[in-house]
Each structure stands twice: as structure tokens, then as C-alpha cells.
């Protein structure tokens, strides 16, 4: 792979909207994943108009009985819960906390990866070793326990399971950040950029920054994708927020319910859902994957 | 530097300077007691085979030495300012490209890959100078046209530039302040010959068209002698010899200059074979006790493996570090002998 290759795909990810969009059509999979994405911010976007009953509103059929645990049908297309709740109802509106949650804790954390990779990268020495340390300490924090104590503390909040997910999930991203930052700042350009007199934040957020937002692009896929699974995760084993709806939280209600192995619809829709949109995620950044790391394009 | 040189203004001096790393092997001498003036549009050549610490002196007076090199000097002045006692920031702020501009080795890679060149050099003015960006542009387009590039090239990426475009635009970029003195750090390495000459001539114009002095620092014997007044010969660390340009080629003194002369092919005398100097560079480790040159030089004396020789004034501002430099007369001839050279091995 030549350099000037390199360079090409390197000032395209600096490029605006058109060329971003010109990665992601590049591939047939992450042209799909995106598409998948529109489609599912647009529900998140519309939910409550799309949603034709409320989340946890009792249903009743036409003869007047609680339509508990029905199979998808064409009055309820997803089917109901134990408690006759509807559960396309349930999906459309959990997709928009899924989504924030995800897009907010997803670029939080990729905002702290990159600073304090590029900050330990860069500066090396004390300040990588404390901060390389610091991160280490966090790949030794298990996630449950460590969300078990902060909802125990601060009850169940949206807010502290976006926290939570944030905290331990900066911790890859910076390391990834760093390794590139600590290759690009031996590079000449570097040199002689600081030959011109630039002070060390201009080096890094000018000159080094937008040569690793290919990478940086990637990692904030990865980390929204995560984010996703682990507040699936999180809200499956209660630890979600008890006052919004989310996908792993309808899981773990079929879970309360004791239904898991009658209510097969109960499960399929939130975890399809749940796939569908981290596959599609992945596979964008599959897209930003091969700009940062060329060898990976087909020839 | 003796004081028979007579530079009326100097706008660098250099008294002295050395620079050390530490290492894991120990303590290495970089540089060593190198002592010189640059004067007023004056071109000062460094001349030295790979690793003889060309490129460590040139990072110490820019403040560009990584962590674990220490250097000192006597004397270190840009027009009577002390560089040694300015802080890092007033250093960066008003020394840095202002005044002293680097175009740094390997130019071809000093561009970022991904911002337009111009952009670059606007960036680089502005953040400097408060001018606008408009401003910035014209003078960007000013400068590309003195180092002969068409301003629309501002444009471009780094990639679509071939090495001596790439060339040419750092150096366009060094100029862009109109600074005192610009080093150049082997401006046409990796360069073909024909854009070789290419740079070469536009330098030779552009010295006509500034004030700036120039130190350039090459491995190419051929450069230097095209391109400086004065020139330096630089072995392990230390300035063997430092003369005028036509002093320096019309008698030359130390022993290793006489061996570099022999080593490059000269118009004149084509056919003759090519006498290399055995051995190779050395690294200065530990203290300095003896000539770095001793180990290889056909003429050395017991003197030279004991003490370090101290720069011997020739006159006419020659300076020659060597205890046999009043001998050059007699050691000429010899040196043009190959069989002195082979006698070593």
C-alpha cells in the first residue's frame, strides 16, 4: 500500500458529508447497515405516532378480555405481553431509548477515549504512564458489579446507565487512539510542524487528530454498538431505568413474567432488534475499517 | 571561532556547542565543541557522512532535541539575543520560524497528508501573524511563485505532489515570515539529480531575492560547494575544518577532508579512480580524550590517540583541528595517494 493511498484515505475521512456518505455506499454491507440505521432513527424519531397504543397500556380484545400473551397477529402485529401490553408499541418506542443511549454514550466515551489517547500518546512518559495505568485499572473493573453499585447508589437513572456504560467503555478506544498517536507524531510532518513553532495542543488536535479520525470514526461505531449491548444487558438484568421503556428492559420483563419458554414472540422481537442494529453498526464500520486500514480492501 | 573572521554582523553565534544523549549504552557525544558564526546573507555549509551529528546541531538551536539530550554552549546568540536564557514558550513564540526557519530533512514527508498545501502555509502564517485568511493566501501565492510553483498547486494535497514540488513548497513555507536565517537540513536528498539541480537553482535565486543567511547541512560535498561561502566538515561530533567555500576547496587541511576530497569524482581528473577513506564513523561515547578521526587517518601521530586537538588557525578564517594542520603542504600529495589510504587496512 503506498503512502499517497494512504494520505487519499486519510484526507477523505476529513472530507464533508458527501464523502462519508461515499465510504459507506462503497461497501454493499455497510450500504444495508446504513439503511438499517435511517430506518431505525426514523421510527426512534416518530415513535410516538408510529406506536398505536402506549407502552404499558392494558389491552383489551373485542370481546372485552385482557389480550394476554397473543401471537403477532394483524391487531397486534408483534403480539402482547402477559399483562396485554403491546409489544410493537413497546419496540417502536424503546428504539428511541436504546438509540440516545447509545448515540450519547457512544460519543461520550469515544470524546474521553480520543483526548486521553491522544493526550498519553503524545506527551508520553508520567502522563502515559498515569493515564495508561488509569485505563488499565478500568480493563480490571467487571462491568456488573460495577453498575450494580452505582444504580445502588443513585437509583435507577438513565443518566447513570449512560455513566456507567461510559466509564468502562472509553478504556479500548484510548488505548487504540494512543498506539496511533504515538506512530503519527514520529512522523516528519510532526517534526516540522513543531520546527514552525505550533505549541503541543495545536500538534495534536491540527496535525495529529485528523490523521487518526479514520480510526477515531471506526472506534465511535464500535462504541455505539456496544453501548447498545451493554445497556441491553444492563436493563435485561434490572439495572435499566424502571420509567423508559428500552429493549433489554422488554427482555427482562418476559424474564419477571416467567413466560420465556411460551412467549416466543415476546423474545424475538427485542432481540432481533437488538442484532439488526449492531450488525448494522459494525458493518458501517467495517466501512471506516478499510479507510483506516487499507490492507483490508478488496483489490 | 577566532577572531580574525571578520563577520560585521553575525546573526548567529555559536560558541562551544555541545549536545549529549543519554542512552542505555551511556553517554554519547552528539556534538562537541562546535564553534561558528553565520554572518548577514551569508550561506554556511555543514558538510559530514550519516551520523556525524549534522542533525543534532541543527536540533539543538531549534529546540527540537528529544528528552534525553542535554546540550550546552558558551554562547548560543540570534542578533545579540541569548537563546540559551529564553524560555520554551517566548522561544516557540517569537524565535521559532519567525526568525529561524527550518526545511527539514526528508521534506518530502513534512507536509500533512491530510490538508491542502496552501492551507498548511496559511495555517502556519496565521498562527504567527494576525492577518486574514485572504491575506495569508495572497502572500501564500506570493511565495509560491518565488519557489516556482503556480499558486492554483495551493489546492492541491501533499500526495499529489511529486517529491520536488513537496520540495519546493517547504521551502516556499520557510519563507513565508521572512525569517533571519533558515536552516536547511539536506535539501535534495532523495531527490533525483535533474530536480536536484532544479532546487539547487532556485535556492541560488532565491538567496539573491532575501536577506535571510542559510546554514545548509548536507552529506553532498557537491551541494555545498555549489551553494555556501563558508563550509564546515564535520566528523564525530566536531567542525574539522571550517574555511571559506574557495579556501576550503583550494587548500584543504585536515586529513579527513583531504580523504572526502578524494572520494568524490571531480570533472577534471575524470578516470581517476576513487580513493575511499576505510573504516567507518565512529560514536562518540564516554569522555572526549582523543581525535575522532585518529583511528582512521594514515597521518596520525601518538599525540592524536591521547589528547584532543584544538582548532589550529590557518588564516584567512581557516581553521583546521588537527596537531599536523601547518603540515597540510606536505600531506597533500600523500593523501592523493591511494596507498596511503590502503596502507591502514
Known amino acids: 500500500m503506498s503512502v499517497s493511498a494512504m494520505s487519499r484515505w486519510l484526507h477523505s475521512a476529513r472530507l464533508g458529508v458527501g464523502e462519508h456518505y461515499r465510504i459507506i455506499q462503497a461497501n454493499t454491507l455497510s450500504r444495508i447497515g446504513f439503511r438499517v440505521i435511517v430506518v431505525f432513527l426514523l421510527v426512534s424519531l416518530f415513535a410516538p405516532w408510529i406506536a398505536p397504543h402506549e407502552p404499558w397500556e392494558m389491552l383489551y380484545d373485542s370481546e372485552g378480555k385482557l389480550a394476554s400473551l397473543r401471537p403477532p397477529s394483524l391487531e397486534f402485529p408483534l403480539g402482547t405481553t402477559h399483562l396485554g401490553y403491546d409489544l410493537f408499541s413497546q419496540l417502536v418506542l424503546a428504539a428511541r431509548t436504546t438509540l440516545v443511549i447509545g448515540a450519547v454514550s457512544g ?30 485499572i478500568l480493563y480490571g473493573m467487571p462491568f456488573l458489579p460495577f453498575i450494580i453499585v452505582l444504580i445502588a447508589l443513585f437509583g435507577r437513572k438513565i443518566e447513570f446507565v449512560i455513566l456507567a456504560i461510559v466509564l468502562i467503555i472509553w478504556r479500548t478506544s484510548a488505548r487504540v487512539i494512543r498506539a496511533q498517536t504515538i506512530s503519527i507524531k514520529q512522523r516528519q510532518f510532526i517534526v ?108 | 571561532m577566532s577572531d580574525t573572521i571578520n563577520i560585521a554582523e553575525p546573526v548567529l553565534e555559536v560558541k562551544d556547542l555541545g549536545v549529549r544523549y543519554e542512552t542505555s549504552q551511556g553517554m554519547v557525544h552528539a556534538v562537541s565543541g562546535v564553534t561558528f558564526d553565520v554572518g548577514k ?99 501564500v501565492a506570493e511565495l509560491f511563485d518565488v519557489v516556482g510553483l503556480q499558486s492554483d498547486l495551493m489546492q492541491s494535497f501533499p500526495h499529489e505532489f511529486s ?143 591521547i589528547s584532543l586537538p584544538q582548532p589550529l588557525d590557518c588564516g584567512n578564517g581557516h581553521e583546521v583541528r588537527c596537531f599536523r594542520g601547518d603540515e597540510a603542504e606536505q600531506l597533500r600529495p600523500l593523501a592523493a595517494d591511494k596507498n596511503t589510504w590502503r596502507s591502514l587496512n
Request: with cysteine; charged share 20%; hydrophobic share 45%.
Open chain 2, 163 to 305: 517529491g520536488g514540488m513537496r520540495q519546493r513548497a517547504m521551502i516556499a513555507m520557510s519563507l513565508a515570515l521572512d525569517p533571519g536565517l533558515i536552516v536547511m537540513d539536506e535539501p535534495t536528498t532523495g531527490l533525483d539529480v535533474l530536480v536536484q539541480e532544479r532546487i539547487l537553482r532556485r535556492i541560488r535565486e532565491i538567496r539573491a531575492e532575501i536577506s535571510s543567511s542559510i546554514i545548509l547541512i548536507t552529506h553532498d560535498i557537491a551541494v555545498i560547494a555549489e551553494l555556501s561561502d563558508r563550509i564546515a566538515i564535520m566528523y564525530g561530533g566536531q567542525f574539522m575544518e571550517q574555511a571559506s567555500a574557495i579556501e576550503l576547496f583550494d587548500n584543504p587541511s585536515h586529513p579527513y577532508t583531504l580523504g572526502l576530497k578524494n572520494a568524490f569524482p571531480s570533472i577534471q581528473n575524470l578516470g581517476n579512480e576513487l580513493i575511499s577513506i576505510p573504516g567507518s564513523p565512529p560514536t562518540i561515547s564516554g569522555p572526549i580524550s582523543c581525535c575522532p578521526f585518529e583511528p582512521r587517518c594514515p597521518f596520525h601521530i601518538e599525540q592524536c590517540a
Open chain 1, 107 to 136: 460519543t461520550i466515551s469515544i470524546v474521553i477515549g480520543a483526548n486521553i489517547g491522544l493526550i498519553a500518546g503524545y506527551y508520553g512518559g508520567k502522563v502515559d504512564e498515569i493515564l495508561m495505568r488509569l485505563t488499565d
Open chain 1, 192 to 299: 516540522a510542524a513543531r520546527a514552525r513553532g505550533a505549541s503541543d495542543l495545536r500538534i495534536i488536535y491540527r496535525h495529529i487528530l485528523p490523521n487518526v479520525l479514520p480510526l477515531l470514526l471506526l472506534y465511535a461505531a464500535f462504541n455505539i454498538a456496544w453501548s447498545i449491548i451493554t445497556e441491553a444487558s444492563a436493563s435485561f438484568l434490572g439495572f435499566g431505568d424502571g420509567e423508559t421503556i428500552s429493549w433489554g428492559g422488554m427482555l427482562y420483563e418476559l424474564w419477571l413474567s416467567g413466560k420465556t419458554r411460551v412467549a416466543w414472540w415476546w423474545f424475538a422481537a427485542p432481540s432481533v432488534c437488538i442484532v439488526l442494529l449492531v450488525t448494522s453498526l459494525v458493518f458501517v464500520s467495517r466501512a471506516y475499517e478499510e479507510v483506516a486500514n487499507p490492507r483490508l480492501r478488496k483489490r
Open chain 2, 41 to 139: 546573507n551569508e550561506v554556511f555549509g555543514i558538510a559530514g557522512e550519516s551520523g556525524c551529528g549534522k542533525s543534532t546541531l541543527i536540533r539543538a538551536l531549534l529546540r527540537l532535541l528529544p528528552d534525553n539530550a542535554d546540550s550546552t554552549a558558551d554562547r548560543m546568540r540570534y542578533l545579540g539575543m541569548d537563546l540559551f536564557a529564553m524560555s520554551d514558550a517566548d522561544f516557540r513564540e517569537k524565535i521559532l520560524w519567525q526568525e529561524i526557519s527550518l526545511v527539514p530533512q526528508s521534506a518530502m514527508n513534512s507536509l500533512n497528508p491530510v490538508y491542502r498545501v496552501g492551507d498548511q502555509v496559511i495555517e502556519a502564517i496565521r498562527a504567527h501573524r494576525s492577518i486574514s485568511k485572504v491575506e495569508a493566501a495572497e502572500r
